[in-house]
T-cell receptor, first 111, second 115 residues
Framework: KQEVTQIPAALSVPEGENLVLNCSFTDSAIYNLQWFRQDPGKGLTSLLLIQSSQREQTSGRLNASLDKSSGRSTLYIAASQPGDSATYLCAVPGGSYIPTFGRGTSLIVHP | DVKVTQSSRYLVKRTGEKVFLECVQDMDHENMFWYRQDPGLGLRLIYFSYDVKMKEKGDIPEGYSVSREKKERFSLILESASTNQTSMYLC??????????????FGPGTRLTVT
């Protein structure tokens, strides 16, 4: 069964720092990996989708990398801002292709 | 843009009531999902559907049922609401497995309180 772990569980940083959020998964036979953002009390917003054939994807200040062989993905946030404060979740397909989610990293960026 | 909408943002129901949560997507996606999200437990899959009238149980189907009569609409039914079903309910949709990208898209969520 696919298991997804996100480290750290929580992070509090001053504005302007560059951040790395980690996601690890146990079954490397994945089709893709997706990173989401969730604001308190809201649904999940898709940030980046990395196909299994890709090594990274970029969107603005966000860069996600994928290393299938080691079962890891990182989400890099450059020059963090208070508006980046949210919970970040990663998801990879598990059995029957159904996405398995990590518990998320709760990020606070303070001014 | 893909849009997934849910019928209510907040809902308060009494114990024993039958509750309907509706989800609609506008991108002709084959797959639709219902999750609940609780602090400390993360996202848990209740049911999913890969086609009209098709459904599969997820990790926690007990106390729930679903209906998918049309491709764009996926309903979650709490047959007899209980207080332990107080939660945030999230609907999602995606393309069918095997297509180039089955990126998941989520609705805004329904915060259900059962008293």
């Amino acid at each position: 069964k696919q298991e997804v772990t996100q480290i750290p569980a929580a992070l509090s940083v001053p504005e302007g720092e560059n951040l790395v959020l980690n996601c690890s998964f146990t079954d490397s036979a994945i089709y893709n990996l997706q990173w989401f953002r969730q604001d308190p009390g809201k649904g999940l917003t898709s940030l980046l989708l990395i196909q299994s054939s890709q090594r990274e994807q970029t969107s603005g200040r966000l860069n996600a990398s994928l290393d299938k062989s080691s079962g890891r993905s990182t989400l890099y946030i450059a020059a963090s801002q208070p508006g980046d404060s949210a919970t970040y979740l990663c998801a990879v397909p598990g059995g029957s292709y159904i996405p398995t989610f990590g518990r998320g990293t709760s990020l606070i960026v303070h001014p | 843009d893909v849009k997934v909408t849910q019928s209510s943002r907040y809902l308060v129901k009494r114990t024993g009531e039958k509750v309907f949560l509706e989800c609609v997507q506008d991108m002709d996606h084959e797959n639709m999902f219902w999750y609940r999200q609780d602090p400390g437990l993360g996202l848990r899959l209740i049911y999913f559907s890969y086609d009209v009238k098709m459904k599969e149980k997820g990790d926690i189907p007990e106390g729930y049922s679903v209906s998918r009569e049309k491709k764009e609409r996926f309903s979650l039914i709490l047959e007899s609401a209980s207080t332990n079903q107080t939660s945030m309910y999230l609907c999602a949709s995606s393309l069918r497995w095997g297509k180039a990208s089955y990126e998941q898209y989520f609705g805004p969520g329904t915060r259900l309180t059962v008293t």
